[in-house]
């Protein structure tokens, strides 16, 4: 059997969102490879989310194309995934959840048990698998989340600010696990209002602007000296370090 | 006042003999609203879900027509059952008018859009919240439902019981097509109506007592249930 040919790449085309008469997203092009970690910064409305949800399929743009190299099967299953602000855990196990996401994704039942306890182990979260999801700590339910998205071995993984009300150890430990994905070989797209997070994950930045993609860089650079204005101001308004 | 008391006195004590008669109806009346109420979770849970995560043409309309049929009247449920089930009519030669099937089928119908109705809002409520997680794993609107119905297990447990309660206390419906047949029919709604007109008030009070109290127990059971699964299960 041959493997499927990857998803990478993404290429967005002139895409673009509206609500009413509002631009969320407003003609954005962009190719995302397989590899760099990819961080999207900007300020509040800036339609990092949207953009985000655009990719994953969660909305269908107004206008434009989004195209996958080797786009999924409609109704098979699901070869990228999406970490939440706040995730939605249901009210079963934190194994059960993992194994739920595994039906969903086609595993025969028989694997699905063994499947998801290592994937809670990669998150470090094998002492509470039989603890019910929703009663875990905000930490423990984004890891639970990931382990989640683990168990799946998504090639493509979206994270909308993941760690947006998590203190530092928490934080912490949410991305010692993107980076372990990443190790493991799924594309990292992630959205983030932290600088310092940006960072220590990000390889290149994209950066929002009202809904355009205002300026693409390695995220040395863009942190160092942006090359636009707009994230000139956004550095130094937002700077925390 | 004093023959009130008196009635009061006589039908507690009815009750603690556990009266024959009384155990009979109290039993009778159980199984034709557990009957009605299973039925209408299997039809009424799972569509108003169906309902809750589709989007489909006439929708709105339809929820419309549901909330509307919560407030149906049971004398009228009583009457079209009856119709359908008397001998003229198209069911007739099932020959089931005034058993205790035709009440349960009474019951049931009686009940199910209010089963719909409630469980539509739930679902829907939980499905702005699940909807881009479940979708972003791949769940399809049609797996949606029982998994949506599965996670608000204890929240439905209200909703049923809403249904058990209006089941168990409607008294038009099964008069009419249960005919109030003694030892066959009666349940204790009937019963209530009937000894309340001919002036046997203790039978009527103790009936009425063991309806409050089964109502009332079973709520305060949900209560606890919901109350305990939520503490454990977020």
Known sequence: MRAPLSLLPLCLDNVVFEVGQRRIVDGISMRLDAGPRTVILGPNGAGKSVLLRLCHGLLLPTAGRIAWNSPEVAGGPRRQAMVFQRPVLLRRSALGNVTYALKLAGVPFGQRGARALEALRKVGLEGVAGRPARVLSGGEQQRLALARVWALHPEVLFLDEPTASLDPGATHEIEKVILALHAAGTKIVMVTHNLGQAHRLGDEILFLHQGRLVERAPADRFLKHPASSEAAKFLEGELPW | MNSVTEAAGQALALVVAADPKLVDIVLLSLRISLS???????????????????????????????????????????????????????????????????????????????????????????????????????ESRLGAAP????????????????????????????????????????????????????????????????????????NAGAYVVKETAQRRYG
Do not use: H
């Open chain 2, 36 to 138: 009605a109420v299973s039925i209408g979770c299997v039809i009424g849970l799972p569509l108003g879900a169906a309902i809750a995560v589709n989007e489909f043409r006439g929708r709105r309309m339809l929820i419309v027509i549901l909330n509307g049929l919560m407030g149906l009247p049971s004398v009228v449920v009583g009457l079209v059952v009856y119709l359908l089930l008397s001998r003229a009519g198209p069911l007739g030669s099932w020959g089931i008018l005034f058993t205790p099937t035709a009440m349960v089928i009474a019951q049931a119908i009686l009940i199910t859009p209010t089963l719909a109705a409630l469980s539509r809002q739930v679902v829907g409520d939980a499905w702005q919240e699940y909807r881009e997680q479940l979708r972003s794993l791949g």
């Open chain 2, 147 to 218: 998994t949506l119905l599965w996670d608000l297990r204890f929240s439905l447990v209200t909703i049923v019981l809403a249904g058990f309660g209006r089941a168990a206390s409607e008294v038009g419906a099964v008069m009419i097509v249960g005919g109030n047949i003694d030892g066959v029919t009666r349940v204790m709604t009937t019963t209530i109506a009937l000894e309340t007109s001919k002036g046997d008030l203790p039978l009527a009070l103790g009936l009425g007592f063991i309806l409050l109290f089964i109502v009332l127990a079973l």
